[in-house]
């Protein structure tokens, strides 16, 4: 996962991006880089850590320019170092281009070969780089031709900001996993990954670039172009669930409205006694609301979270994500104490973090704890993007739900149906991808790495 964004034309472009990738930081808190054109001049600044860690003032001051393409990288392909920052700077034939991709392509060791047997020299271990040797090696004149043919070589899913030039473009792939919407503010025109960065800068929201749709954004205006074959939606519906974030409206609806509506769901299917309803905050805490109207069972605030601490997944390794789960809540013992909680979950990955809050609960008096998760299990890794590398790690692949359940130390464990998913939706189903949950993949990778990974 990552955020990306992007502005042209506007005098404070540097500053937008930045506060722009502020809104977008809940998609990748690993680095932080934004890349300015003034001119002939390319000002680039991206190093590890948080927005506002990797920029202050002057940085920003000497980003200068008006086209700005801001990038927050939350690792999937590719390890967590310097080098695998982004936007993605090189100087090819055709110019500066500059690169902040979304997504993940899963077609990437056969380019890389490809791309390698033509003398390409690659730098970083990301799957992005590979679109700016793409285009660098394309050999059509046109920069339209060059774009339309570097794309249509990916498969996968990406949703991009580029910088050619002084030309900032905008892409979504055909099946259109991953967000991306246009917005305006003065003169200018808005790139973001969720709107919440649109409303942070004062930008109005125009629309979603569509599937399959390529946007160029010279001084003078915006010409948009579909050159690829149509073909069916995959909107990733774990956005819904837990990515984006609730002030946003991805795939054209509210993020919000949504998870109360799979809370309210799970309350209509898996009904029982309860004092209070609670959730595991933040990211559960929109199903709970939903449950909780739904059930009429009164909504507490079982714990509080430390707001001065990261999301416990970003940092890759096990040792540190143990050390934070830990460190973020503190439960409320008045609120706890005797009682029957109903302690509700966006998802369940890997069971940790669900374990160690339902062992907390328990020390702070909780009588019986029945656990609810607003999405099925999750069985199958993701290649889009998300971050379930593998199936072993992930433990309703493994294992049936009373495992999970016993694993996990709740009194009752049950997860919202894929029906009831599906049903809480704001699109028809048609338009997701679902394969988290079904293993049904709309695209399957061609390489052997992806498909080592499906068996493990
Ligand atoms: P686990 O079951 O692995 O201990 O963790 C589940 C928790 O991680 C849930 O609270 C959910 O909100 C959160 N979560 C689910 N998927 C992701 C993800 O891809 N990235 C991050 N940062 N957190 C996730
Ligand atoms: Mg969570």
Known sequence: MCGIFGIY??????????????????????????????????????????????FDEKIIRSLRGELAVGHVRYSTTGSSNIKNTQPFYVRAKIGDIAIAHNGNLINTLSLHRELENKGALFQTSMDSEIIAHLLAHSQNKDFKDTIIWSLSKLEGAYSLVLMLNDILIGARDSFGWRPL?????????????????????????????????????????????????????????????????????????????????????????????????????????????????????????GMIRNHYIGRTFIQPSQVLRDFHVRIKLNPLKEVLDGKRVMLIE?????????????????????????????????????????DFPTKKELIASKHDIEWVRDFIGADSLEYLSLEGMLNSMPLPKEHFCTACFTGDYPATPSSRVSKTILEK
């Open 346 to 386: 966006d998802s369940i990955v890997r069971g940790t973090t669900s374990r160690i809050r339902v062992k907390t609960l328990r020390l702070a008096g909780a009588k019986l704890i029945h656990m609810r998760v607003s999405c099925p299990p999750l069985k199958f890794p993701c290649f889009y993007g998300i």
């Open 181 to 301: 919407c246009l917005g305006k503010l003065d003169e200018a025109y808005v790139l973001a990954s969720e709107t919440c960065a649109l409303d942070l800068i004062g930008a109005k929201y125009i629309r979603d670039i569509q599937p399959g749709e390529i946007v160029f954004i010279k001084k003078d205006g915006l010409e948009s172009i579909k050159p690829f074959k149509k073909t069916h939606h995959a909107f990733c519906i774990f956005e819904y669930i837990y990515f984006a974030r609730p002030d946003s409206n991805i795939f054209e609806h509210n993020v919000y409205m949504t998870r109360k509506r799979l809370g309210a769901q799970l309350a209509i299917e898996f009904p029982v006694e309860a004092d209070l309803v609670m959730p595991i905050p933040d990211s559960g805490t929109y199903a709970a609301l939903g449950f909780s109207e739904a059930s009429k069972i009164p909504f507490e605030y």
């Open 9 to 54: 034309p506007h005098k404070d472009a540097a500053h937008l991006a930045c506060l722009g990738l502020y809104a977008l930081q809940h998609r990748g808190e690993e680095s932080s880089g934004i890349i300015t054109r003034n001119g002939k001049k390319v000002h680039l600044h991206k190093a590890l850590g948080l927005v506002s860690d990797v």
